[in-house]
């Protein structure tokens, strides 16, 4: 029953977000022009700070204080080990054997000689992590990213990406094939309270560094992300949210 409802609230919230993207009401005046939605994200990005000041920053900071060090890193090493899992099959899209078959061997290695991927013994033998993502994958083969979206609970993304966590929620994530209720509540549950506390230094620093919180978090998300569908090299060309250039600047009038 938990896990059902969970799947059944995240598709709700990335189809709402989606059905509000073609609504002119929501549309703001002067709004940047990767983030036409402005009014409704700023709405939601309240909403989720208000979530996380009440409840997920709480509970972070106290998983943090009184969890030991190596029990946090294991955690932290499971989690990612079974992320690895959607990334090989990502890497495989986007022709990349070279880095599927390295992030096969991470999560053969780490699976049987790691406890399931709480020790990660496949650094120790250099093989990398080549996270991918269907965002990413849909990147690589020309979607453009569409309007920068402020999702309920799950923070910044774009139209893209958000097809791209539907699919990965429903379809990718091995969490969501635990059929007892308890234990996949437990298990998702665990994990975001683990992604919560690494972020927790990060999140008190923008705080005191950003005059406008959501403006900062949108360009530095919007960049990085780019730079992830591009392996690090992204063109020089501005990008729009339809794959457009942007428009040539005017020339000057002649005195």
């Not at 059905?19 to 009401?25: D, E, G, S």
């Not at 939605?37 to 989720?48: K, T, V």
């Not at 705080?207 to 992204?234: C, H, I, M």
Request: charged share 20%; glycine share 8%; proline share 9%.
């Amino acid at each position: 029953m938990i896990a059902a409802t969970w799947r059944l609230a995240t598709r709700l919230a990335l189809t709402s977000a989606v059905l509000v993207l073609f609504t002119a009401c929501a549309t703001g005046p002067t709004a940047s022009p990767s983030d036409p939605l402005e009014p409704m994200n700023r709405s939601i990005d309240r909403f989720n700070t208000a979530v996380d000041e009440a409840a997920l920053k709480p509970l972070a900071t106290a998983y943090k204080k009184h969890t030991p060090d190596p029990v946090r890193t294991g955690v932290r090493n499971f989690f990612a080990n079974l992320g690895d899992v959607w990334s090989v099959f990502n890497n495989l899209l986007q022709f990349k054997p070279r880095q599927a078959l390295e992030t096969s061997g991470r999560v053969a290695v780490n699976t049987v000689f790691g406890l399931f991927g709480v020790l990660d013994v496949a650094s120790d033998m250099n093989l990398d992590r080549n996270k991918e993502d269907l965002g990413q994958t849909l990147g690589y083969w020309g979607m453009p990213p569409g309007p920068y979206l402020v999702l309920p609970l799950l923070g910044p993304s774009t139209l893209r990406d958000a097809g791209g966590t539907a699919m990965e929620i429903t379809v990718g994530d091995p969490i969501g094939q635990i059929s007892d209720p308890w234990a996949y509540g437990g298990v998702f549950g665990l994990r975001l309270l683990d992604r919560r506390a690494s972020y927790l230094q990060a999140g008190d620093m923008l705080n005191e560094v950003a005059l406008d919180k959501y403006t900062f978090t949108r360009q530095v998300w919007l960049q990085k992300r780019r730079s992830d569908v591009y392996d690090g090299d992204p063109p020089d060309q501005p990008e729009l949210p339809d794959n457009r250039k942007p428009a040539p600047a005017s020339p000057a009038p002649k005195p």
